[in-house]
């Protein structure tokens, strides 16, 4: 579903970029790096699950941004791509 459908094609780039972006700025600490990754194990799983473009759009929307609240300590945060910049 995601490859058939353009929105769905950019949210999941922007998911891809911040997720690696703010691993690069996360620390160890709780909430941070650590936490950030089984976060998005778990977010995989229930995305997996989605059986509607609505879901997954949801879904995406929702931890595209969540992605980039994670606390951080390494140098300056990164610049985001929020969802709502993505039609």
Do not use: F
């Not at 459908?5 to 891809?16: C, G, P, R, V, Y």
């Not at 690696?20 to 977010?43: I, R, T, Y």
């Not at 997996?48 to 992605?67: A, G, I, P, Q």
């Amino acid at each position: 579903m995601i490859c058939a459908n353009e929105t769905l094609q950019k949210l999941d780039s922007a998911l891809s970029s911040n997720y690696h972006d703010m691993m690069a700025v996360s620390d160890d600490l709780p909430g941070g790096a650590k936490d950030l990754k089984q976060e998005q194990k778990a977010w995989i799983i229930k995305r997996n699950k989605c059986t509607s473009e609505k879901c997954l759009t949801d879904l995406y929307r929702s931890r595209v941004d969540e992605v980039c609240n994670i606390p951080m300590i390494k140098g300056l945060p990164p610049v985001c791509i929020e969802s709502e910049n993505i039609k």
